[in-house]
Each structure stands twice: as C-alpha cells, then as structure tokens.
C-alpha cells in the first residue's frame, strides 16, 4: 500500500524520518515555483511578498499534509477530498495575501496560477 501526500504517493513502509524528507522536498518545491510564478509580476517582486509567500506556502502545506493525516486514511483518498483540500488552500493564500497587500483580480489570477502548476506539477511526480 501506499500513501498520498500532495500528489506524492510514499510507499507505507516509509521511516517518519523518509516521510519528513519528502513532505519536505514537497515544500521546497512548492515554495520555489510559487515564488517564481509570483516574480513574473512586477508588483509581486519585492522582499515583503517572496517572504508572505514562503510563509504562506509552508503553512498550508504542513497544514494539508496533517489535515490528510488526521482523516485517519491517508492510503487511499478520494478526489473529491484532495480537491477539497487543494481548494481550501488556494482560498486560504488568496485571503492572507489579499489582506496583507490588497485584493485584486490580478492577485487571484496568479494564486491559482501558482497554485494550479504546483498541483500539476505534483501529480506529474
């Protein structure tokens, strides 16, 4: 059997220590497209919003991570829930970087810009 941690299947005979390693490597991965994506946009290239942007993106994805864990049944998830769970994410960034530096159409748009490839990118893996 195997387990999903953000489009990553991990064998279940993972060590914690293995599992830290690739939630991790997931993370930085993450962080880093993310980051790049948002640094295409002139108004998102400046200190204050690449480092919103590491902080939001390590928080939502340790958070989806233990929130996949505690469903109890991180072996086998249903679309629908890893939808959900990709949703509130993508929500959750919107908000934190809206109230911090203002919402725009343009900020929505490069959420889920950044958001969509690292989903995509993470179930190519």
């Given at each position: 059997m195997s387990m999903i941690i953000k489009g990553m299947v991990m064998p279940e005979s993972c060590t914690?220590?293995?599992?830290?390693?690739i939630v991790a490597a997931g993370v930085l991965l993450t962080v880093l497209l993310e980051g790049l994506v948002f640094c295409t946009a002139r108004e998102f290239r400046n200190r204050a919003f690449l480092l919103t942007?590491?902080?939001?993106?390590?928080?939502?994805?340790?958070?989806?991570?233990?929130?996949i864990w505690l469903l109890g049944r991180p072996v086998e998830l249903t679309?629908?829930?890893?939808?959900?769970?990709?949703?509130?994410?993508?929500?959750?960034?919107?908000?934190?970087?809206?109230?911090?530096?203002?919402f725009s159409r343009k900020l929505l748009l490069y959420v889920c810009l950044a958001n969509g490839l690292t989903y995509a990118l993470s179930n190519l893996i």
């Open positions: 914690p220590l293995q599992m830290a390693g942007t590491v902080w939001v993106n390590v928080s939502t994805n340790l958070l989806l991570n233990l929130g679309s629908w829930e890893v939808l959900t769970g990709e949703a509130l994410v993508w929500l959750a960034e919107y908000v934190v970087y809206g109230l911090r530096f203002g």
